[in-house]
């Protein structure tokens, strides 16, 4: 007998925001993300109706095939969603939706993961990002009876700061069926590990030396990365300025097809701030102004 919250019971004998949207006014967008499916047990559809202006999310609502633990965590998602701009929403994390629900039994927790993959999935559909070209297809298959790669497991482990194997097989179910990946499982487990040791090391070393510099010398470091990055966005037709550096804080501004672009959250956090977060300072947050 699984030891759920009162509150994961709540959401699972009145779960918010049940069924589908299918009306929408003018102004308006619907959008649709699925994931799971019914022959694993598990299939969640994530309904967004968008208001196209703003950008943001009116309502949600879901249909799921699944466990009290699935129906709690996709009304919990729902009520967390609204009200958000999409940007907001691509921020939300599995354990933000378990935490929601005062936790979720660990064995649990792949419905929390379940319903952020449907909120990405719903997002992109929305923008326009093709599914099959999610980093997360890239990788190797590691666990073949649910069809998981490397790359998954790996943003999971990271993402849920995840030690075991077990641990893994409960949030995404990886090594779950047959088992015969449970091995492989424990080498991203220990390669992760060994990474993070030497990314303390290094950024141990690094804070140190950024916390001795000017501010002119950090913008000036700051802008060294950003000019590398520059050529790549003006092929598309974009560029950035930098406008200001306030703490760890640097303000960019997008210009040219960066600024108008629908997946510029997506350039700003997961190409500039990443770049300058490894090659500058960890710390370092990107903003656009």
Not at 89 to 111: Q, S, V, W, Y
Request: with cysteine; glycine share 8%; hydrophobic share 40%.
């Amino acid at each position: 007998m699984w030891d759920y919250t009162d509150k994961v019971m709540e959401h699972f004998y009145h779960p918010r925001n049940q069924g589908a949207i299918s009306a929408s006014n003018e102004g308006e967008a619907i959008t649709i993300g699925d994931v799971g499916s019914i022959s694993c047990g598990d299939a969640l559809r994530l309904y967004l109706k968008i208001d196209i202006a703003t950008d943001s999310i009116i309502t949600a609502s879901f249909q799921t095939f699944g466990c009290a633990s699935a129906i709690a965590s996709s009304s919990a998602l729902t009520e967390l969603l609204k009200g958000q701009t999409l940007d907001e929403a691509l921020k939300i994390t599995n354990r933000e939706i378990a935490d929601f629900l005062g936790g979720l039994p660990e064995a649990k927790m792949h419905c929390s993961v379940m319903g952020q993959e449907a909120l990405e999935a719903a997002i992109f559909n929305y923008r326009g990002i093709p599914l099959d070209n999610h980093e997360e297809d890239e990788g190797a298959l590691v666990c073949s009876c649910f069809g998981i790669s490397d790359a998954k497991i790996r943003r999971v482990i990271l993402e849920n700061e995840l030690e075991t194997a077990e641990q893994v097989t409960n949030y995404i179910k990886a090594g779950g069926g047959c088992g015969s990946c449970l091995a492989d499982i424990d080498d991203l487990l220990y390669s992760i590990a060994a990474e993070k040791a030497n990314t303390i090391a290094r950024t141990t070393e690094v804070v140190n030396n950024y916390a001795t510099l000017t501010t002119v010398q950090k913008i000036n470091r700051i802008q060294q990365v950003l000019e590398e990055i520059r050529p790549t966005l003006i092929a598309d037709g974009g560029d950035l300025e930098l406008l200001d550096l306030e703490g760890d804080v640097v303000k960019l501004v997008l210009k040219g097809a960066c600024g108008s672009c629908s997946s510029s959250t997506i350039t700003l956090k997961m190409g500039i701030e990443a770049k300058l977060r490894e090659k500058v300072l960890s710390t370092l947050v990107v903003e656009a102004v």
